[in-house]
C-alpha cells in the first residue's frame, strides 16, 4: 500500500477545505445577490434616454451600476481567492467576470432563485420574488410614464400604488399606463398577482390537507364492533349455561 508524501498529503487536505470554503460562501450568498439582481432589474429594462434629462436621475442610475459593480467584483475576487486553482476557477466562470463590467447581466443568475421558488414550501421566498418583481414594475412604469402625452402616472408613488392595485387584481383605474413600454410592465404584473394568487391558493389548501391528514393519523383507530347475537343464538347459550349449573352436570361437553 502506497501512502501519500507529507505535502501531498497537505495539498489535498488544504484543495479540499478551499473548495468546502468556497461552496459554503457561494450557499450564504448565491439568493442574496440574485435577490439583488431581481431588485436592480429596471436597469436592464429602462434605456438611459427614459431617465430624463433630470441630472439627478442619471446619476442615481449611474450610481447603481457602480455600486453593483463593486458588489459583483468583491463577489468575483472572494470566489476566486477561495477556490482551489484561481485561474482555472476565473476561466470556467467568466460570466461572472462580464457581470463585474455590466450589471445587468446579474438577472440570468437570478433565474435560478425564480425556478426554485415554485417548489413546495417556499411561499415566503415565493412573496419576497413577487413583491421585488412589482417593485421593478413600479418603477419602470414610472420612467416610462412620467413624461408621457396623456400620462397620469408622474410620481414613483402613483405608481407604486398602481402597481399594488393591479397586482391584487382590484384595479381601481385611478391611474393606467398610456405608453407601451408601460403597458407591457403591466401585463407583466397583471401575471404575477394572478401566479401568487394561485401559489398563495395552493399552499393554504396544501396546508389544510396535510393538517387534516395528521389528525386522521393521530386518531386512534375505532375497536371492532360486537358481533349482534340473534334471540335464537342467545337462548342456546342460556340452556348451556343451565346445564352447566345445574346439579350432577357433566362438564365433558
Known amino acids: 500500500m502506497i501512502t501519500p508524501e507529507p505535502d501531498a498529503a497537505e495539498d489535498v487536505r488544504d484543495r479540499d477545505d478551499r473548495t468546502d470554503r468556497l461552496a459554503a460562501y457561494v450557499a450564504k450568498t448565491q439568493t442574496p445577490l440574485d435577490l439583488l439582481a431581481l431588485a436592480t432589474l429596471w436597469i436592464v429594462l429602462v434605456p438611459p434616454s427614459d431617465f430624463g434629462t433630470s441630472h439627478n436621475a442619471r446619476n442615481i442610475a449611474l450610481a447603481v451600476r457602480l455600486g453593483l459593480s463593486v458588489i459583483y467584483g468583491i463577489d468575483m475576487t472572494i470566489r476566486v481567492t477561495l477556490a482551489s486553482r484561481h485561474w482555472h476557477y476565473l476561466r470556467n466562470h467568466l460570466l ?116 387534516s391528514a395528521r389528525t386522521e393519523a393521530s386518531t386512534p383507530p375505532p375497536e371492532p364492533a360486537t358481533p349482534e347475537l340473534s334471540l335464537t343464538d342467545l337462548m342456546q347459550r342460556l340452556d348451556r349455561i343451565e346445564a352447566l349449573l345445574a346439579p350432577g352436570a357433566s362438564r365433558t361437553d
Open 96 to 211: 461572472g467576470v462580464v457581470v463585474v463590467v455590466f450589471p445587468p447581466l446579474r438577472v440570468i443568475f437570478s433565474l435560478r432563485l425564480i425556478r426554485s421558488l415554485f417548489r413546495r414550501g417556499n411561499l415566503e421566498r415565493f412573496m419576497l420574488a413577487a413583491s421585488v418583481l412589482v417593485l421593478n414594475g413600479a418603477i419602470i412604469v414610472y420612467f416610462f410614464e412620467r413624461h408621457a402625452k396623456g400620462s397620469n402616472i408622474h410620481t414613483l408613488g402613483q405608481s407604486v400604488w398602481w402597481a399594488i392595485t393591479t397586482v391584487s387584481t382590484v384595479g381601481y383605474g385611478d391611474y393606467y399606463p398610456v405608453t407601451a413600454g408601460g403597458k407591457i410592465a403591466a401585463s407583466v404584473i397583471m401575471a404575477i398577482g394572478i401566479l401568487t394568487l394561485a401559489v398563495i391558493t395552493a399552499q393554504v389548501a396544501s396546508s389544510f390537507f396535510d393538517q
